[in-house]
């Protein structure tokens, strides 16, 4: 290993260990060796530095993350053009609809929340801000591999599209179907396909090729109207893409 080398091998750890905190909130020593697949001293020094610097946090027996994440996250959302784009308008839909508001972005076969406004219900849906799904299972997922470059062929070669629950679409082309019928429609539809008794309706932000993230409103089955819910869900959607284009503008311009 050369001189070189060192930093990106700690730098991957680190990421292991901060990885392995993205299903659970707590993790023990051992917990944490398992999961990184690290010797137990390399993973307690590793640990005992992120400690120190706040990155992660002893919550005896176990680890936690820690604030300094908390702040860093923070500040990506407060910079995070898309978001500073979608939140407006967010509060605005929930206030319409009173239902679930989300944005999420696709990332491989999974789609990644960077926001969610909502009322009581919001506890109900199993989605949190950083948190990932898979994509094929969500009206989230499907708007964003409808409108962008996601080889589908392969994706589905690599990750074959497995069931959340009963109702969840796994036929490749089945999947297929419905995603050349989401681009007709630029809306988006799942029921009861990733939590039973949940049910959403996105639109992909941006054009084909060019969309940057998904916005969906989400409730109980029995509440969601989709063909009600299609026309403001498009219209939000359409709303922060012309937000996000000014945005750039602007900081283009205050760049230059």
Known sequence: MTHSDVPVAVIDRAARLLEAFRDSERLTLAELTRLTGMPRSSTHRLLTQLVEIGWVRRDAPAYALGTKMLELGSLVQHNDTLHRAALPVMHELHGHT???????????AEVLYLEKVGGPYSMRIPSRVGGRQPAHCT???????AQG????????AERPPTARTRHSVTDPNRLRSELARTREQHVAHDRDEAAPGVSCVAAPIGHAGKCVGAISVSGPTSSIRPAALAGPVRMAALTTWRRLTRLRSADSQHAV
């Open 98 to 108: 009173g239902l679930v508001v989300h944005l999420a972005v696709l990332t491989g």
């Open 149 to 156: 470059r996601t080889d589908l062929d392969a994706l589905f």
């Open 139 to 145: 009206a989230l997922g499907k708007a964003l591999l």
